[in-house]
Nanobody, 126 residues
């Protein structure tokens, strides 16, 4: 049974930091690229970042580049997102997802991701 569970979301002041975690089981974690997405009410889910199975390649959208860092620990089947200098516009439900194989040219496309977690809420107060 595949299980993907995000944690670490919280209420934080603008300028603060949070570290999200995503624990995965039920599939071979190091055969999958992993991604972080986020969604606010009334808006489409958007990609934030992705990382290749061996951590050699990472991708970020311009909205978070320089502030967020994606990483993974394959021994623990866990994905991380370090978020610094948080802004009110970062407030969202954050999801992690697994994509078979490498990130590839479609790393940003949520339709390419097979397994999803239930999300963890991040709220940034200004």
């Amino acid at each position: 049974q595949v299980l993907v569970v995000e944690s670490g979301g919280d209420l934080v002041q603008a300028g603060g930091s949070l570290r999200l975690s995503c624990s995965a089981s039920g599939f071979t974690f190091d055969d999958f690229a992993m991604g972080w997405f986020r969604q606010t009410p009334g808006k489409d889910r958007e990609v934030i970042s992705a990382i290749s199975p061996n951590s050699a390649t990472t991708y970020y959208t311009n909205l978070v580049k320089g502030r967020f860092t994606i990483s993974r620990d394959n021994a623990k089947s866990t994905l991380y997102l370090q978020m610094n200098d948080l802004k009110s516009e970062d407030t969202a439900m954050y999801y992690c997802a697994a994509k078979a194989g490498s990130c590839g040219a479609n790393w940003y496309s949520e339709s390419r991701y097979s397994y999803w977690g239930q999300g963890t809420q991040v709220t940034v107060s200004s």
